[in-house]
């Protein structure tokens, strides 16, 4: 994916998810930061790998970064929603092999 097309997603979500009543935004622009951030890397996998992952990945940072930020460990989601989505994916890799 290219870096415009990278850009245009991630406002994408913003608006979508500002205008969904419910949404973190900052959780949820945190968590697909995180999952780009694995998919741009991970160039040897296949595109339908790459996409698993991301959506895992994405999905996960998520609701990681809720529960913190709801058991009180974290002031802010949008930081921990990225290194838990990046997190997830580096641990789910190693589980796997």
Do not use: H, P
């Not at 994916?1 to 245009?8: C, K, V, Y």
């Not at 973190?24 to 790998?49: E, P, R, Y």
């Amino acid at each position: 994916m290219s870096e415009a097309g990278a850009i245009a997603a991630t406002v994408a979500v913003g608006f979508g998810g500002y205008y969904l009543l419910g949404i973190d935004v900052n959780a949820l622009i945190g968590a697909f930061t995180g999952a780009m951030f694995f998919v741009v890397q991970a160039k040897d996998l296949s595109v339908l790998t790459r996409t698993g992952y991301f959506l895992v990945s994405w999905i996960s940072g998520y609701y990681i970064a809720g529960e913190l930020v709801g058991k009180q460990r974290a002031e802010t989601s949008g930081l921990v929603a990225s290194v838990s989505a990046l997190l997830c994916v580096y641990m789910s890799i190693s589980l796997l092999e």
